[in-house]
C-alpha cells in the first residue's frame, strides 16, 4: 500500500457515537487508522472493527513454515487482547484453516497487491510483512478471511530475526483488528517501519478507540 499523509482529526465528539451499554472515552492520544480511499470527490474513510457475534476471532497459523510463528502469533492476540478493558476484541488460535476468520502464513506475500504492508526495514531487515484486506469496490464488504503474511528474509540463526518477527507479528495483527492505515509516529508499533517491540500509548488509544465507533464496512464468508 503507498503511505499517504495522515490527516489529525478531531474525536471529541466519540462519546456520543460510542456503544449503548458501554461508555467510551474522549481521546485525544489517537493517529488516523481508517481506510483512506479515492472518492468521486476528494476522499472516502473505511471503518471497521469486529462485531461481538464474531468473537473471539478465529487465527490459524501455518507451522510448518516459520517454526516460532504460531506462538508469536499468541503473544500478538494476547498484546492486542490486553488493550481493551471490556474484551472489545478477542481471538483465538484454531487449528483448521477452513473455519478461520484470519490466516497466518509465514511466506512473502503475493504479488497481487495488498492493502497494508510492512515495508522491509533498515533498522529491522530480518523479516518483512503485509496484510491483504479485500474489500469491496462499493467499500461495503471485506471478504474473509484476511491473510497475514509474516515473511523472515534471514536464515532461522540470523541474530535479530526473532525480534524482527515478533514486532512485524504484532503489527500485522494491528492492521487485522481494525488499524487499517500506518501511524505517522516512528515510536508506534503500527509506524509503516516500526522501531518499537510493542504497542505504544497512541497505539493502545487509537485500538481502543475504534472499537466504539459504528463501522462503515461489513465482515463477510464467516
Known amino acids: 500500500m ?3 499523509p495522515h490527516t489529525t482529526i478531531a474525536f471529541a465528539a466519540l462519546a456520543a457515537v460510542a456503544c449503548g451499554d458501554i461508555a467510551s472515552p474522549v481521546r485525544d492520544d489517537l493517529y488516523e487508522w481508517r ?3 479515492p472518492a468521486a470527490v476528494g476522499t472516502d474513510t473505511v471503518h471497521f472493527h469486529w462485531e461481538q457475534e464474531d468473537l473471539p476471532v478465529r487465527v490459524w497459523v501455518a507451522g510448518d513454515e516459520v517454526e516460532a510463528l504460531p506462538s508469536l502469533m499468541q503473544r500478538a492476540i494476547d ?3 490486553s488493550v481493551y478493558l471490556y474484551r472489545e476484541f478477542q481471538a483465538e488460535l484454531v487449528s483448521d484453516s477452513n473455519t478461520a476468520h484470519v490466516i497466518v502464513r509465514g511466506v512473502p506475500a503475493p504479488s497481487k497487491a495488498v492493502r497494508s504492508v510492512r515495508l522491509p526495514s533498515a533498522l529491522a531487515p530480518e523479516c518483512d510483512g503485509a ?3 479485500d474489500v469491496s469496490p462499493d467499500l461495503r464488504e471485506l471478504t474473509l478471511p484476511i491473510r497475514i ?3 523472515p528474509r534471514a536464515t532461522p540463526d540470523t541474530p535479530g530475526l526473532g525480534d524482527c518477527l515478533a514486532l512485524t507479528s ?3 495483527l494491528g492492521h487485522a483488528l481494525g488499524i ?3 501511524s505517522p509516529n516512528q515510536t508506534d508499533i503500527m509506524f509503516a517501519d516500526p522501531q518499537v517491540d510493542l504497542p505504544s500509548r497512541f497505539d493502545r488509544g ?3 478507540a475504534l472499537y466504539h465507533l459504528p463501522p462503515t464496512i461489513e465482515a463477510v464468508g464467516r
Open 206 to 208: 487509537t485500538a481502543e
Open 170 to 172: 504484532i503489527h500485522e
Open 35 to 37: 481506510l483512506i480511499v
Open 149 to 151: 503474511f509474516i515473511n
Open 131 to 133: 496484510t491483504d484486506l
Open 180 to 182: 487499517f492505515e500506518h
Open 79 to 81: 498484546t492486542w487482547e
Open 2 to 4: 503507498s503511505l499517504r
